[in-house]
């Protein structure tokens, strides 16, 4: 039997080396490849042949990063956390993908294509213990979510006491309570009732026998 046309079994197309043959996708053919860095992929014949593919994104972030250079601050401690924070969320390669990328977290278009934004947005370093970091941990990296923050105030900031965001300030329910002088369980239940997280750190704890409601003060 003659060998079957575009066959490419073995061979390399940019960054990806063929594997073998995958499961079909209706009528396209996939080939199962391994790029450079390790990550294996089912991608389009069409898209290995026509050059529409080169990689599975890592040669892309390396083209990022490289075309900011040339504003002469790759060595600063901003340049190096910016380009960690995308190599985290778009590299499969990396240690902490999968706690970043690999469970959804992005980095707006924004900071990805420019580092001078980046800066512009957050500012030099405020120290050397300061680092990037998130009001939501779910939510992305963008100029509404990152913050300097020092290691103490990280750890704060885990999945067990996320932070409250109201009045240009991310702090944990615990800050706010004594920030305010607010009990914890006021404010989770007001929270929990579809108030703003101003109105309800800033709406004062109701006295005995009276109830807040609709923002009026009512006998209870």
Same mark, same amino acid.
């Given at each position: 039997?003659?060998?079957?046309?575009?066959? +490419?079994?073995?061979?390399?197309?940019?960054?990806?080396?063929?594997? /073998?043959?995958?499961?079909?996708?209706? #009528? /396209?053919? %996939?080939?199962?490849?391994?790029?450079?860095?390790?990550?294996?992929?089912?991608?389009?014949?069409? #898209?290995?042949? @026509?050059? %529409?593919?080169?990689?599975?994104?890592?040669?892309?972030?390396?083209?990022?990063?490289?075309?900011? $250079?040339?504003?002469? %601050?790759?060595?600063?401690?901003?340049?190096?956390?910016?380009?960690?924070?995308?190599?985290?969320?778009?590299?499969?390669?990396? @240690?902490?993908?999968?706690?970043?990328?690999?469970?959804?977290?992005?980095?707006?278009?924004?900071?990805?294509?420019?580092?001078? @934004?980046?800066?512009?947005? %957050?500012?030099?370093?405020?120290?050397?213990?300061? /680092? &990037?970091?998130? /009001?939501?941990?779910?939510?992305?990296?963008? +100029?509404? @979510?990152?913050?300097?923050? $020092?290691?103490?105030?990280?750890?704060?900031? $885990?999945?067990?006491? =996320?932070?409250?965001?109201?009045?240009?300030?991310?702090?944990?329910?615990?800050?706010?309570?004594?920030?305010?002088?607010?009990?914890?369980? $006021? &404010?989770?239940?007001?929270? =929990?009732?579809?108030? #703003? +997280?101003? =109105?309800?750190?800033?709406? +004062?704890?109701? !006295?005995?026998?009276?109830?807040?409601?609709?923002? !009026?003060?009512?006998?209870?």
């Amino acid at each position: 039997m003659p060998p079957r046309k575009h066959e +490419p079994s073995g061979q390399t197309f940019g960054r990806w080396t063929v594997i /073998s043959e995958a499961e079909r996708r209706g #009528s /396209s053919r %996939m080939w199962r490849c391994r790029c450079e860095c390790g990550q294996e992929r089912d991608v389009y014949l069409v #898209s290995l042949l @026509n050059g %529409m593919t080169s990689s599975c994104g890592c040669f892309r972030v390396e083209r990022v990063i490289a075309s900011q $250079t040339r504003h002469g %601050m790759c060595n600063t401690p901003e340049y190096r956390a910016w380009a960690k924070l995308i190599d985290r969320c778009v590299n499969p390669r990396n @240690n902490s993908f999968e706690h970043y990328g690999g469970r959804g977290i992005s980095v707006c278009d924004r900071w990805k294509h420019s580092f001078e @934004n980046f800066l512009a947005d %957050m500012g030099p370093r405020p120290s050397p213990q300061h /680092s &990037i970091e998130r /009001s939501n941990n779910d939510g992305n990296y963008d +100029p509404k @979510n990152c913050f300097w923050a $020092t290691r103490k105030e990280q750890a704060n900031n $885990t999945s067990r006491t =996320r932070r409250i965001v109201a009045f240009g300030e991310a702090l944990t329910l615990p800050q706010w309570s004594r920030r305010t002088g607010l009990p914890e369980t $006021t &404010i989770r239940s007001r929270l =929990r009732s579809g108030w #703003s +997280p101003e =109105r309800a750190l800033e709406t +004062p704890k109701a !006295k005995h026998g009276v109830k807040f409601h609709d923002d !009026k003060e009512v006998a209870a």
